[in-house]
C-alpha cells in the first residue's frame, strides 16, 4: 500500500463530485427573476459551488491530506464527501447522497482502469483541478487555494519513480475492487457491462515512451540485436503524438478526468444485482475496521479544521435531488438497508462548554480496533486534539 494515495483519491473523486452537482444544479436552475423563495438560481449554484471548493480547498485541510498516510476505508473517506456536500445552503437526503457517491466512485474507478501509464494519474488529477478552476474564476481567492493544491501535488508527485507511481495504482485499484455499481453514462456508451464491470478498449494510443506491439526483437549475449520477428495483434495500436503536460498550466493532452457531463445527458445510476450487492455492502459496513483508531484520528484531523456554512438568519438550505423525480428519491431510501447508513461525526474545535464530554460520548460509541504495531503513538494526535476543545 502506498502511502502517497490518499491526496490523489480524495481530489479527483472530489472533482466527480462537482462535475455531477454543477450538472444538476444547472439542470434544476430557474431564472432569477422568476425563481421563488425555494428555488434554484444561478447564483445559488455559484454560491454553492464556491462554499463547496472553498471548503474543499482548505489550507489547514490540505496539509493534513498531503501527509504521507495508509488509505483509508471507504466509510471514513464517505464521512468527509458527506461533510463537504453540504458545506453551504445545498441539502442531499441520504439517497441522493448515495447515488452521489456512487457516480464519483465509478467515474474514478473507470479513469484508474484506463490509464496508459501510473503516472497518469497525476494528470487525471490535474485535468480534474483544472475543470474546478473554471468553476471558481470569478473568485481569485478561491483559486489561489486551488493553485496552492496544484504546487502540492507537483512538489510531492513530480520526483515519485514510475515504480511508486505503479503502487500508487495498485493501492486505488485495490480500494476500488469490489464496487461494480451501474451507471447509465457507462452503459449507453458500451463501456461498462450489465454486471457492472467495465469493457477495457484493445485499441488505441499506447503509452507515452512505448512502441506499437507488432515486433519482437531478438538480442544475442552481447546486446546486439540478431533477429526481428512481426506478429500481428488483436488491436489497432497509434502512437500518442506528445507528453500530457505536468506543469501548473498546459494541454494534458490525456482526456481522462475532464467532464462527462458537459453535455446533455441525465445522470442516473442503476444497481447491478441489487439484493446481493447491497446486502455485501451491509454486511461490510457492520463489520469493525481493523484502521478504526487511526480513520476516527484522521476525521478528527481533517473534520475539526473544516469550516462549514450555515444558512443564515431564517434562510432555509435548499434540496437538491439526484433522481429524476421524488418518487424515484423516497423509493430508493426507503430500499435502502439500515445498516448502510453512514454516522457523520461532528469534531468541532470550539471553546464551547462540555466539547469536551460529547467528544468523550462519541469515542464511546464507536467500536475502536487496538492499534497495529506500526500505528503506536498515532492516538497522540487525538489526545492533543481534545485537550484543546
Known sequence: MSARTLPLLF????????????????????????????????????????????????????????????????????TVYDRLAHASIMRLNQASMDKL???MTMAFKYQVLLCPRPRDILLVTFNHLDAIKDFIYESPGILNQVDETFRQLMETYNCLSDGEFQLIRQTLLIFFQD?????????????????????????GPVPWGTEVPGLIRIFNHKGVEVKRTEFTTAGNYVTPQREG???????????????????????????????????SRA??????????????????????????????????????????????EEHAAQTRPEDL?????????????????????????????????????????????????
Open 341 to 389: 447508513s453512514y454516522k457523520v461525526i461532528n469534531i468541532e474545535a470550539t471553546q464551547e462548554p462540555g466539547r469536551r464530554a460529547e467528544l468523550s460520548r462519541i469515542l464511546g460509541e464507536l467500536e475502536v480496533a487496538e492499534p497495529r504495531p506500526d500505528s503506536a503513538g498515532k492516538g497522540e494526535d487525538l489526545l492533543a486534539l481534545m485537550d484543546e476543545l
Open 101 to 103: 457517491y456512487d457516480l
Open 179 to 203: 464496487m461494480h455499481i451501474r451507471v447509465s453514462i457507462f452503459l449507453k456508451d458500451k463501456v461498462q457491462n450489465s454486471n457492472g464491470r467495465f469493457v477495457l478498449p484493445i485499441s
Open 245 to 279: 503536460s505536468f506543469e501548473l498550466y498546459g494541454d494534458r493532452v490525456l482526456k481522462l478526468g475532464t467532464n462527462m457531463y458537459s453535455v446533455s445527458r441525465p445522470v442516473e445510476t442503476h444497481m447491478a444485482g441489487s439484493s446481493k450487492n447491497l446486502a
Open 11 to 78: 481530489l479527483n473523486l472530489g472533482g466527480e463530485m462537482l462535475y455531477i452537482l454543477d450538472q444538476r444544479l444547472r439542470a434544476q436552475s430557474i431564472p432569477g427573476e422568476k425563481a421563488r423563495k425555494d428555488e434554484w438560481t444561478d447564483v445559488d449554484r455559484k454560491r454553492v459551488m464556491n462554499d463547496i471548493i472553498s471548503t474543499m480547498f482548505n489550507r489547514k485541510f490540505m496539509e493534513e491530506l498531503f501527509k504521507p498516510q495508509e488509505l483509508y476505508s471507504k466509510k471514513a473517506l464517505r
Open 283 to 328: 454486511k461490510e459496513s457492520t463489520v469493525p475496521s481493523p484502521l478504526a483508531k487511526e480513520e476516527l484520528n484522521f476525521l478528527a484531523r481533517l473534520l475539526g479544521g473544516l469550516d462549514i456554512q450555515k444558512p443564515a438568519g431564517g434562510e432555509t438550505g435548499f434540496r437538491l435531488n439526484l433522481f429524476t423525480t421524488d418518487e424515484e
